[in-house]
């Protein structure tokens, strides 16, 4: 079986009982594998261009404040 990948949670809002889960290297690289090609799909689409400029605006203004 695959090394194991500790995912780190350090946002505030996220739910202490996911804090530090263990997942198999393999069962990420599954998860990958079943959720990327959507990923790509909405990102290479007219409404995911569309929100990725939006978001990229967004991020440029956050950059400014710091």
Not at 19 to 25: H, K, P, R, W
Not at 50 to 63: I, S, T, V
């Given at each position: 079986m695959g090394d194991e990948v500790k995912i780190n949670y350090s946002e505030t809002n996220v739910n202490d009982n996911l804090?530090?889960?263990?997942?198999?290297?393999d069962a990420a690289e599954s998860l990958v594998r079943c959720v990327l090609p959507d990923i790509v799909s909405f990102f290479e689409s007219e409404n995911g261009r569309?929100?990725?400029?939006?978001?990229?605006?967004?991020?440029?203004?956050?950059?400014?404040i710091e």
């Open positions: 804090s530090g889960v263990l997942i198999s290297e569309k929100e990725f400029k939006e978001w990229d605006k967004d991020w440029d203004k956050l950059k400014e």
